[in-house]
């Protein structure tokens, strides 16, 4: 693996993600899963531009905004963005018209992982490989009764959230809403899940989904929900808060602030 010093000198903001991350072991390994996840991600990008299914199109140009301010890769970020506004506005002309732009930059963001994760000697550069391990969606068995339910469709939201309290608590993980409903109907009568963190924008059962169930189950004092979206605007915090929800963070989050809103949310179970 090359020296974090390649990154930089590509215009990578390094600064911003180790402030998120906190330090390089963490970035390599999340750096690695966004390499790995990233060829299906562009292959579901492709498949709903092609349809013209913009809600589709908006969640997965949203969740690879995310990933990319997670690891510093701030013009692809932006670019992601952008697509996100104008999919969720349903403006197919503007996707259609700086598509190639977006398709443009991720061939750049991706020829530069590969570089920095397989372009130069590891030991010439003083690094050692660095060992990752999927995050399925299911239940870490741990010698703890209290679980995190972690929903999100980020692999690089996962995988930071479990580097933080793997060593604590029982984590399980969902990658869309339909997965999330199904844990929590596992976990409805043993009281077992002690907090929620719910992205609102899932493929398949959106998080708003998710919310209603919780609701209609009357089941947000058992299982408390703090929300963890990228998305800021008014209407859905508005939307969201409607619901009995803790608290609402924005990605990216840094350490010190995910593990302040885990405390809160945990305290509030019941």
Known sequence: MRSIEYLKSKGVDINHALELLGDIDTYNDTILEFQKGLEEKVRLIEEYYQRADMPNYAIYVHSLKSDCKYLGFMKLADIAYQHELESKANHYAFV?????????????????????????????????????TTIDSEVETLNTEDIILVADDSEVIRIFVKKIFDANYELSFASNGEEALNIIKEHEKDGKIKAILLDLNMPKVDGF?????????DLFLKMPVTIISGDS??????????YPIVDMIN??????KIKEVVEKTISYSK
């Open 209 to 217: 989904a998710v919310l209603e169930y919780l609701n209609q189950a």
């Open 251 to 256: 990605k990216p989050f840094s350490e010190q």
């Open 233 to 242: 605007s008014t209407e859905a915090i508005h939307k969201a808060f409607t």
């Open 96 to 132: 259609k018209q700086y598509y190639s732009t977006l398709l443009d930059e991720i061939k750049h963001v991706k020829g530069m992982t590969n570089e920095y994760i397989y372009g130069a000697d590891i030991e010439e550069e003083g690094f050692t490989p660095v060992n990752v």
